[in-house]
DNA sequence: GTGAGATTACCGACAAGTCAGTAAGCTTGG
DNA sequence: CCAAGCTTACTGACTTGTCGGTAATCTCAC
């Protein structure tokens, strides 16, 4: 598999919209085959969905498909690619805030995500599998990991300065903690829907863990009876 | 659930130890294919990982597998069996402990797991598979999230009453919150092994959670500047 | 204790189906 | 007319599960 991540022949950038190489509704028939993608990946996992799946759903054949995406893997890392690209433009302006308000847009996002469960199926899946041996998208979450416990470790960074907090040994505990309830909590909500509440939990949570940065309470073993 | 869980002719109870039927090398054969799967299922995720990649790595044919567990669903099923009695059998007192005591029981299991990689992964990537369509660990999953809540819901309850605090509210989702951190966190340490330290930072949010529901903190909203 | 008959453990071969990817050709917008 | 979009047809690689057969082991009458 030579370039890994796009089937063009030509090696320009993938975002670069190339306008004079496609048509309009080529386009829209790509968006709708990523739609369709984030659909069946996301209820069957990435290795028992198939391609006939997905071209059947957009009615097409499974190597209409491959015409426009060359492989599987491909499709599956531009699935990603527009999952990601589809939560800014959600975002007013298109840029995740910094800062304490960071929190607060983590918090808006998980409550956003309660209403998407296909999308965050997909995602909750995709990244489990990821851990497992060559994975295509095991290089895409090592970075969104890496990238998101940087902007959450600054977030932290800003809000003690602002509250006066000199020890920030727990920031980065913290910042990866955050992100692993929101994960978790996905998980648990998408296999008990109406028990557990995405938006209410997430907030719970990270209030917790922003508080307990900001001023820790007791050790765990001052509750156990001696 | 008792017998569903093997593909045995007879309507015997699993448990026991029926010692007429196989012999104890038998015994010992099915526990090295178990060990086999969680390496081979945990590496390569149960739809990639085949009954041939098992039967391999105990010097077997695929038949040899399939004479043993009837079929690849069910040697899943009896694979995560298989790790839930392995984990009680850690503890000395073969039973989990509550109450106050239950959290840090949480938080010595977090630090065992970061000593097998092989088991959690197994775990990650089945957990996140079961949400997908018809898998076979869906059940499995369901109900051993449905326990677990329970359990450390109760071991907040009798923490409370010890620490003279009345309002619960936010048990229900503290319970859930901490078995996401734990999930949440095994995955980004799989996916960055050196960065992420599974006990140390179980133990801080887990800590932030139990204090965040004794005496929650300051609202998110405070520290956003106005 | 031993030999006959049953049961268990496993293998080799194969059946049946699935899936990604390829090649060649039809169709149609521009 | 010609390239992009898509299909039909096909291949080769896998995979689960089945089936007979074989060798090892157990049971038990004698």
């Known amino acids: 598999m030579p370039d890994r991540y796009t089937h063009q022949k030509k090696g320009d950038a993938v975002a670069t ?11 829209q028939k790509r968006t709708e085959i990523l739609r ?12 028992n969905g198939t391609l006939a799946d997905v ?4 009615g097409m054949t499974h190597a209409g498909i491959l015409h426009h995406f060359g492989s599987k893997q491909n499709l599956l890392l531009e699935m990603l690619a527009f999952r990601d690209q589809a939560d800014v433009e959600d975002l007013v302006e298109q840029h995740i805030p910094g800062g304490p308000e960071l929190f607060l847009h983590l918090v808006r996002t998980a409550f956003v995500n309660a209403q998407r469960p296909g999308i965050v199926q997909a995602y909750t899946v995709m990244s489990a599998e990821s ?8 290089e895409y979450f090592e970075e969104r990991y890496s990238t998101l416990r940087r902007e959450i ?10 509250e006066g907090v ?3 040994s727990t920031v980065s505990s913290a910042a990866a903690a955050i992100l692993a309830v929101m994960d978790g909590l996905q998980l648990q909500w998408l296999l008990h829907p109406g ?3 995405l938006g209410e939990t997430s907030q719970f949570a990270i209030r917790a863990i922003v508080n307990a940065v900001l001023k820790p309470g ?9």
Do not use: M, W
């Open 36 to 47: 369709a993608a984030v659909d069946i990946f996301g209820t069957k996992g990435s290795a």
């Open 55 to 58: 071209a059947e759903q957009v």
């Open 17 to 27: 919209e190339n306008a004079t190489r496609t048509r309009p509704a080529t386009r």
């Open 131 to 138: 851990i497992t041996d060559d994975h295509p998208a095991r």
């Open 166 to 168: 000199t020890d920030q």
């Open 195 to 197: 028990v557990v509440e």
């Open 218 to 226: 007791p050790e765990l073993e001052t509750y156990a009876q001696g």
């Open 153 to 162: 470790t600054e977030a932290f960074s800003e809000l003690c300065a602002q």
